[in-house]
C-alpha cells in the first residue's frame, strides 16, 4: 500500500479503480454525457467507461462546455469516483462546484504533477481522503 | 489569494437574494480554482450555457429562476438546441424537446435577451474597446478580444450566467492587458495576392493558426486591410476550433495592433514564423475528413458557422442566380439576420432555391440533418472541424462558391487553382 499526497482542490472523498489516461482529454466531445463511456476513437481508451473509477490524467483540453457535461455526468451518476489532475482545470472543477450547490453528489477534485502519476497503476484500487491523501 | 470588496461579500450573504447568492459562491469558486486576485466589473455578458446537454443544465437554470434571478448586465444568449422559428427543423423525442424548451425559458425569465446566435456582435451586442465582459463560445470570445478589442476570459458554461446575475468576473487571462500582447509573429507578407482576396482564405488561415499557435497570442503581419467583419469571424471560429485561440491580432486591421511594434507591447517576439502557401495548403486539407475526388456524389451542404450575416446571405443568393439545390443545403443564422433577409426579399429567393435556413440554432449542436450520415460540404472552418464528431458526416471544405456550385450540380465541384 502506498498513501500520495495531492492537493485537494475540491475536497471529498471517493474510492474506485484507477483508470490512467496518457493522454488530454476533453469532457465535452470525448466523454458521452448520458452514460461516461469515453466516445472519440482517437482515443486509446474509446469505449471504456469513466463512471465510478478513479481517473488520472495530465490535463484537460477543449471546450468550455466540459463543465456541462460534468454536471450532467454528476446528476445522472455516471461520473469518475475521484479525478486527479496534473495541471488544475476551472472548467471541470466549475461543473463540480456546480453540482454541489444543486445538492447533487460531488467528487473530489485533486492536484498532482504527472511524474508523480506513476504509481497510481492502471486497474489498481484506490481512495481519496478529504485532505486530499490517496491510497493505492 | 483571492480579494474581496465589501460589496462581494454582501452579494455572498444575500443582500440581492438566494439566486445572486449562488451565483457569487460558484464565482467565488472557480476564481480561486483560476488563482484570481479579485473579481471586476463586467460590462455585458454573452451566455454559452444556455446549449442544452442534459436536463442538469435545465434544472441548473430553472433554480436560478426559482431563487428569484435577475441578470444585473445586459446579457445576450447564444445558440439553443431549437430552431424556434422553424418548429419542426430539429427531430428530438417529446421529452426532451420539452426539457430543451424548458431550459431556453429558464434564461429567459432571469432577464436574457433571447438573441439565440452565436454572433452576437453582429447583432447590436458590441461592447466597446478596453471594456471587460464575461462571453461564452469560443467564436464569440475570439472575435471580442481580437476584432472589438474588448477583454474576456475563456470560462466554463454556468459560470456566465454566475457573472451576469452578480456583473463579476475572475480577474484573470485576457482580462490582464500583459496577457494580450502578441508571444508570436506570423509574417504573411508572403502570401499571393489572389490568395488573401478571397473567402475561403481566413477559414484556412484560422485553422493553420489554431493548429500552430493555439492559445498562444499571435500578430499577423502583411496582411492587406481592410479585412471585413465576415472574414475575422470565420479566422476566430476555425482558430478556436482547431486549437484554443481566444486572441490574434492582424496588423493594420485589428484594434490593438495599429503596428507591429505596438501588438507585441514593445517586447521581441519568442517566434517568428514566415506563413507560406504550403501551410495553408496543408491547413485546408485537415479541413476535409471525406475523399476530396472532383465529380463524386454530395448528400448535404452546410453553412453559417459563425452565424449567418445579411451580407453572407446577400453573397448567397447572387452565387445561386436562381438556380435550385439538388441537395439539403442548410443555411443557419440567428434572428438578427433572418429579419434582414425577411424584409430585403432575399429569404423569399432562397426559399424559392431549395435553402434551409435554420434559425436560432446550428446543425452541429442539435439533431437536424438526415441521420445516417454522408459527405458534407461546407464553408465553415468550425463545421468542418466538429462535424464528423457531432454528426457523424464526413465532410470536404470549400468555399460558399464552391458549395453552391456543388449542391446545385449534387457533386464536389471546388475551385482549386488559387491551393495550387
Redesign the interface.
Given at each position: 500500500m502506498a498513501v500520495i499526497q495531492a492537493r485537494a482542490?475540491i475536497t471529498g472523498t471517493g474510492a474506485g479503480r484507477v483508470l490512467r489516461l496518457a493522454q488530454a482529454l476533453s469532457f465535452?466531445?470525448d466523454v458521452d454525457?448520458?452514460t461516461g463511456k469515453l466516445t472519440?476513437p482517437r482515443q486509446t481508451w474509446h469505449g471504456t467507461s469513466i463512471a465510478g473509477r478513479v481517473l488520472v490524467l495530465p490535463e484537460l483540453?477543449?471546450?468550455?462546455?466540459?463543465?456541462?457535461?460534468m454536471?450532467?455526468l454528476?446528476?445522472?451518476g455516471h461520473a469518475p469516483a475521484a479525478l486527479v489532475l496534473g495541471r488544475?482545470d476551472?472548467?471541470?472543477?466549475?461543473?463540480i462546484?456546480?453540482?454541489r450547490?444543486?445538492g447533487?453528489p460531488t467528487i473530489p477534485l485533486l492536484e498532482l504533477p504527472v511524474d508523480r502519476h506513476e504509481r497510481l497503476v492502471d486497474g489498481a484500487e484506490a481512495s481519496v481522503s478529504v485532505e486530499g491523501a490517496i491510497t493505492v | 489569494m483571492l480579494h474581496l470588496t465589501a460589496d462581494d461579500r454582501s452579494l455572498l450573504d444575500g443582500a440581492q437574494g438566494a439566486a445572486t447568492a449562488m451565483a457569487m459562491r460558484i464565482l467565488v469558486g472557480t476564481a480561486e480554482m483560476l488563482g484570481a486576485d479579485k473579481l471586476i466589473d463586467i460590462a455585458s455578458v454573452h451566455v454559452d450555457g444556455c446549449l442544452y446537454h442534459g436536463d442538469s443544465g435545465t434544472l441548473f437554470a430553472e433554480k436560478l429562476v426559482n431563487a428569484g434571478g435577475q441578470v444585473r448586465v445586459p446579457t445576450t444568449l447564444n445558440v439553443g438546441a431549437l430552431d424556434l422559428v422553424h418548429g419542426d427543423r430539429v427531430k428530438v423525442t417529446p421529452a426532451r424537446y420539452d426539457m430543451i424548451r424548458r431550459m431556453m425559458a429558464a434564461y429567459q425569465k432571469l432577464g436574457c435577451q433571447p438573441s439565440w446566435t452565436c454572433a452576437p456582435y453582429q447583432a447590436g451586442h458590441r461592447p466597446a474597446q478596453g471594456q471587460d465582459v464575461a462571453w461564452g463560445e469560443s467564436n464569440a470570445i475570439a472575435f471580442c478580444n481580437s476584432v472589438l478589442g474588448a477583454r474576456t476570459d475563456r470560462y466554463g458554461d454556468f459560470l456566465d450566467i454566475c457573472a451576469a446575475l452578480t456583473g463579476r468576473a475572475p480577474h484573470t487571462g485576457f482580462h490582464k492587458p500583459e496577457n494580450r500582447r502578441a508571444r508570436i509573429v506570423v509574417d504573411a507578407s508572403g502570401l499571393p495576392a489572389a490568395l488573401t482576396a478571397e473567402d475561403s482564405f481566413y477559414p484556412v488561415l484560422g485553422t493553420w493558426l489554431g493548429a500552430t499557435c493555439g492559445a498562444t497570442v499571435a500578430a499577423i503581419d502583411g496582411l492587406p486591410g481592410p479585412i471585413s467583419e465576415d472574414r475575422l469571424k470565420a479566422v476566430g471560429a476555425a482558430g478556436a476550433s482547431a486549437g484554443a485561440v481566444g486572441l490574434f491580432h492582424i496588423v493594420g486591421v485589428t484594434p490593438e495592433a495599429p503596428s507591429l511594434a505596438a501588438a507585441l507591447a514593445g517586447h521581441a517576439p519568442e517566434q517568428t514564423i514566415r506563413l507560406t502557401p504550403a501551410m495553408l495548403r496543408q491547413a485546408r486539407d485537415r479541413l476535409s475528413t471525406g475523399a476530396t475526388v472532383a465529380g463524386q456524389p454530395i448528400d448535404a451542404v452546410a453553412i453559417g458557422s459563425p452565424h449567418l450575416s445579411e451580407a453572407e446571405f446577400d453573397a448567397l443568393r447572387d452565387l445561386l442566380r436562381g438556380r435550385q439545390v439538388a441537395v439539403p443545403f442548410y443555411a443557419c443564422t440567428g434572428r438578427h439576420a433572418m429579419t434582414a433577409i425577411e424584409r430585403s426579399g432575399t429569404r423569399v429567393v432562397l426559399d424559392a432555391a431549395g435553402i434551409i435556413v435554420i434559425a436560432d440554432t446550428c446543425v452541429v449542436v442539435t439533431p437536424i440533418m438526415k441521420p445516417g450520415g454522408g459527405l458534407l460540404m461546407t464553408n465553415s472552418g468550425k463545421f468542418a472541424h466538429y462535424a464528423p464528431g457531432t454528426v457523424g458526416y464526413d465532410v470536404v471544405y470549400g468555399s460558399m462558391a464552391d458549395c453552391v456550385e456543388s449542391a446545385v450540380a449534387g457533386r464536389l465541384a471546388r475551385e482549386e487553382s488559387l491551393w495550387r
Open positions: 482542490v465535452w466531445g454525457p448520458y472519440n483540453r477543449g471546450s468550455s462546455s466540459g463543465s456541462a457535461v454536471l450532467e454528476l446528476a445522472g488544475i476551472a472548467i471541470i472543477g466549475l461543473g462546484l456546480v453540482a450547490e444543486m447533487w | -
